[in-house]
Nanobody
Framework: QVQLVESGGGFVQAGGSLRLTCVASEHMYSMAWFRQAPGKEREGVAGNLAGGQSIYYAPSVKGRFTISRDRAKNTLYLQMDTLNPGDTATYYC???????????????????WGQGTQVTVSS
């Protein structure tokens, strides 16, 4: 059974930074970060597909967040800079064995999920 373990969430003031980490129990070609705020749907934040060759960002985070991976460690990262209260949510790591999932920002594209890590940004 594939396991994804996230860490790095926390409480930060607006303008601050956090780095999320997701460690997978085995190599996954398609990996992504999603987030879900209370009362809202889960949304794709950033995708790292084709083993890292294809990178995607949601418009709301482009220029502020950076997704990357360490293939040797089966680890996915999300560097989040210039955080604002609108970024407050539970962040989830998602993964799939497909080389390049069809729709990176759709939750249904991924077979495996982490337990989530909370990010809270105060104004």
């Amino acid at each position: 059974q594939v396991q994804l373990v996230e860490s790095g969430g926390g409480f930060v003031q607006a303008g601050g930074s956090l780095r999320l980490t997701c460690v997978a129990s085995e190599h996954m070609y398609s990996m992504a970060w999603f987030r879900q705020a209370p009362g809202k749907e889960r949304e794709g934040v950033a995708g790292n597909l084709a083993g890292g060759q294809s990178i995607y960002y949601a418009p709301s985070v482009k220029g502020r967040f950076t997704i990357s991976r360490d293939r040797a460690k089966n680890t996915l990262y999300l560097q989040m800079d210039t955080l604002n209260p609108g970024d407050t949510a539970t962040y989830y790591c998602a993964a799939d064995r497909d080389y390049h999932v069809y729709e990176w920002s759709k939750a249904g594209s991924y077979a495996y999920w982490g337990q989530g890590t909370q990010v809270t940004v105060s104004s």
